[in-house]
Each structure stands twice: as C-alpha cells, then as structure tokens.
C-alpha cells in the first residue's frame, strides 16, 4: 500500500463522524494513536509529504498546540495526520466507543507509508549550507545544567543513606559505608564537570546563532573550534552580531573567576598533577619527612579533584549562571528580552527575518511575566554574599580525606 491509496475525507465526512449517537451528550471525537514524531521524522518533513501528496489540509481545526491537519478515511473510520507541540502525530477521528484501537492497525499501515514517502525527501549539504534560514538547537547549556542538579540530587539521597552507616560517635563508617561514600564523591566529582560543559556549550550556541554572516566560512569556523573558551568569550561582540558592548573585561572579577575555573577544569580533564595532589618526600636531616603544598579555595571552588565537594559545585554553577546573564545582558534590546526567554530551553529554535537578523519564534506558550525576565537579568555579576553562601552545609565524603 502506498501513502496515495489513502483518500482524503470530506467535510461532511469528519462532521458526521463526530456527531454523538442519539441520547449521548458529550465526550471525544478525536485523540492520539501514534504520537511523539513516529519514526524520528521532524513535522516539517511529514507537513511536506502530506502537502504533496493531498494537497492544502482539509480541516479547519487548528487546536491550542497544533497548526495543521490532514484526515483521511478508511473503512472503518477517520485517521488524521496533524502536528502538536512541534511534533508530529496520527490519530482518529469521531465519537464512535472504541474507535482508537479499531484503527491502529490502519494507523500503523499509514505511519510506515507516509515515513516510506518522508525518507526519500534528501536535502543535501550544499542545500543545507546555501539555504539555511533557521533551525532547531539541542541546547548543551540546558542538558548540562539539568545533568548537574540531577548529579546533585543524587548525591543527597546517597548522603541520607550513609547516616545510617555511621558506626560510633567519631562519625567512621563501615564497609558499606565508604563505598557510598566514595560514590557521593564520585558524583560531585560529574556534576562539577557537566556544570562547566553547560557554560561552554552556552557560548556555543550564541556563536552558532550569532555568528556575522563574514564568518560564516570553513576557515572561520574552524578555527573558532578550536579558540579557547576563554578567547571566545572575550571576543563575542567581535564575531557575533547583536551584541551592542563587550560581554566582559580582563580586570572584571568575574572573569578572573572563571579563568579560575577554567584552569580547574583544564587540569581535571587533562588529568594533570597539581601541586595540591604531590607529597613531597624531603629529607630533613636524619628524618625523612613527607610535606605536602596545600592551597586555599580560589573564588570559594577547589582545585583539587579528589575534594570536590557540594559546596564546589554550588558555586559553579552560580558563577556560570552569572557569565550567561552576562552574555545575555550585553545583547541589543531587539532581540535580549526574547533571547532570555529561550536560552534555557532543550531545544531553542531560531530563525533569521528578511533583513538577516536573528529571532526566536515565541508564541503564548513562551509567555514569561516580564517582573520575572526582570529577575532573572538583574543577577549582580559580583561574586557576593549570596554567590559565597550556599545555602546548605558541606559535606565533605569522608574517601575524600585520603587524598
């Protein structure tokens, strides 16, 4: 069967399949069979098929979430191919008892041929590169950020569970203890790394999105791959379009701050041996002493990867908060207010209009109160009281003491 054997149903088809039989008031006359975008298939691609295929939609229904809809028939009811929060779907139509599982099998036949009909739309590199004019991003600032609070999280419950492996008032642990012990370490360990992979995925994205059409180029964008994050965020306003001041100064505090923790995360990913991990056996006359470097918090996180603890990762994560604020604020008024809405979605979508300037599709369904955009912005770029105070007690895993 192909997508084509599938006829399109009248309107006095699908308004006599929603009438209610005799006696009954209310209830459905339509829901979901197969939803979620079956088959991986974007709704843009599956509106094509359809429109080619059948020509312009046959209803007029345009629900809260949806924009289109195609209903077709068969011989045992109306299926309708539509899409819902960005998505696509197939489902039914009518208020016959019963009628969702009287189609999924034709419901099932129609998502395979429309899929067939979808695979064979091919758009090539050249095409994507000539004619791109928007695009959906899977947004590494959210997914990172999300991973660390969940890291986190974790972490407490595993903390709740070793107080009750506390074996004397000297707060030791038994066996089973320490192993969890060194798991709560091990996550504070992920979470402080995935909350510095957010803030580089962040200047990502503005790069992706911002990014002045001169540098739009293979030698460009190579060689901002491979810029230092550093770099990148120093010359934002130079590459990127929008941006009306520099984002940030080398004599901020704040910069000197995430250099700080650029450093960290360089050593920590690079594996390198920081003076604070070497014991130094000395020779002191006739005794041989071992003396070890130690070195104060900087900017009130570790540097030291064996001794991370919640308290390190809290305060990474604020001071990452603090530079996309940052990053945000030193945008043009067109267009700040609008990115501040979507810069922590999971997927941020974007277009340029006809003068080649970037925008966000916002709808009502993006609607912020503007007394909280106002908040979110007005974050203080100081590393203040507030940036210093967690707000909960360290915990230090005792593992973390033999290092």
Same mark, same amino acid.
């Given at each position: 069967m192909k997508l084509k054997d599938f006829k399109l149903a009248s309107l006095e088809e699908i308004a006599k399949a929603k009438e209610f039989p005799k006696g009954v008031r209310g209830g459905n006359v339509g829901g979901g069979i197969l939803i979620g975008s079956p088959g991986g298939i974007n709704s843009t691609i599956i509106y094509k098929v359809m429109q080619d295929t059948f020509g312009p939609i046959n209803t007029d229904y345009v629900g809260e979430k949806s924009a289109w809809e195609w209903v077709l028939k068969t011989d045992k009811g109306l299926l309708s191919v539509y899409d819902y929060k960005g998505g696509w779907s197939i489902g039914y139509v009518g208020s016959k008892p019963g009628l969702?599982?009287?189609?999924?099998? +034709?419901?099932?036949?129609?998502?395979? =041929? *429309?899929?067939?009909?979808?695979?064979? =739309?091919?758009?090539?590199?050249?095409?994507?590169?000539?004619?791109?004019?928007?695009? *959906?991003?899977?947004? /590494? +600032?959210?997914?990172?950020?999300?991973?660390?609070?969940?890291?986190?999280e974790e972490a407490k419950k595993v903390i709740s569970e070793i107080k009750e492996y506390k074996i004397n008032k000297d707060n030791l642990l038994n066996t089973k203890g320490w192993n969890r012990s060194l798991a709560v370490a091990a996550l504070f360990r992920v979470a402080f790394i995935t909350s510095y992979l957010g803030i580089e995925g962040f200047i990502n994205i503005v790069y992706t999105i911002f990014l002045n059409k001169r540098y739009k180029n293979e030698v460009f964008e190579r060689k901002l791959q491979n810029e230092m994050i550093i770099t990148k965020l120093l010359e934002i306003d130079k590459y990127c379009g929008e941006f009306k001041d520099p984002v940030i100064s080398i004599d901020e505090e704040l910069f000197k701050a995430f250099q700080h923790l650029t450093n960290i995360r360089n050593d920590f990913v690079h594996a390198n041996i920081i003076k604070d991990m070497k014991s130094h056996l000395v020779q002191?006359? /006739? +005794?041989?002493?071992?003396?070890e470097e130690k070195s104060e918090r900087k900017y009130g996180i570790s540097a030291h990867p064996g001794r991370i603890t919640n308290v390190d990762v809290i305060r990474t994560q604020r001071l990452i908060q603090k530079i996309v604020i940052k990053i945000i604020n030193a945008l043009n008024e067109r267009i700040r207010w609008k990115f501040a809405v979507v810069h922590s979605y999971w997927r941020l979508p974007y277009y340029y209009n006809d003068k080649g300037l970037v925008d966000f599709p916002l709808t009502e369904d993006d609607y912020v109160p503007d007394e909280e955009i106002e908040r979110v912005l007005s974050l203080t770029p100081d590393l203040d009281d507030e940036y210093y105070d967690v707000g909960e007690e360290e915990y230090v895993p005792p593992a973390s003491r033999i290092y």
């Open positions: 969702r599982e009287e189609l999924r099998e +034709y419901a099932d036949i129609l998502k395979d =041929v *429309i899929l067939e009909e979808a695979n064979k =739309v091919k758009i090539s590199k050249k095409k994507i590169k000539e004619s791109t004019i928007g695009g *959906i991003i899977t947004n /590494p +600032y959210a997914l990172f950020s999300s991973t660390s609070d969940q890291l986190l002191v006359g /006739p +005794y041989q002493l071992l003396a």
